[in-house]
Nanobody
Framework: EVQLAESGGGLVQAGGSLKLSCAAS????????IGWFRQAPGKEREGVIC????????YYADSVKGRFTVSSDNVKNIIYLHMDSLKPEDTAVYYC???????????????????????WGQGTQVTVSS
């Protein structure tokens, strides 16, 4: 059974940094596309960074390029989202997600669509104050 669990959210001032973790079980991370998504109040859920290790491709939302990066510990099956130079507009609930064929094709095509991902964590709140 595939399970994802995010942690590491919290309150941080603008310009600060935060690292989120996603513990994955029930699958091998490098065989799936893994995505970080976020949803701000009143807005649609959007892709932040999505990676397909097998295809060697990473998708970045324009708004986070140069500020956010993703890494993974494939032995422990933990995926990390490193967030630097945080802005108030980064405030959202952050989710990790996993998908197979559709998600991998999306990453290769340069898209990050919620409907392409099959498994989701519970979300963790990130709040950035000015």
């Amino acid at each position: 059974e595939v399970q994802l669990a995010e942690s590491g959210g919290g309150l941080v001032q603008a310009g600060g940094s935060l690292k989120l973790s996603c513990a994955a079980s029930g699958f091998t991370v490098d065989e799936y596309a893994i995505g970080w998504f976020r949803q701000a109040p009143g807005k649609e859920r959007e892709g932040v960074i999505c990676i397909s290790v097998k295809d060697g491709v990473t998708y970045y939302a324009d708004s986070v390029k140069g500020r956010f990066t993703v890494s993974s510990d494939n032995v422990k099956n933990i995926i990390y989202l490193h967030m630097d130079s945080l802005k108030p507009e980064d405030t959202a609930v952050y989710y990790c997600a996993a998908g197979t064929i559709e998600a991998r094709l999306g990453v290769v095509a340069g898209t990050a669509l919620t409907e392409d991902y099959d498994y989701w964590g519970q979300g963790t709140q990130v709040t950035v104050s000015s």
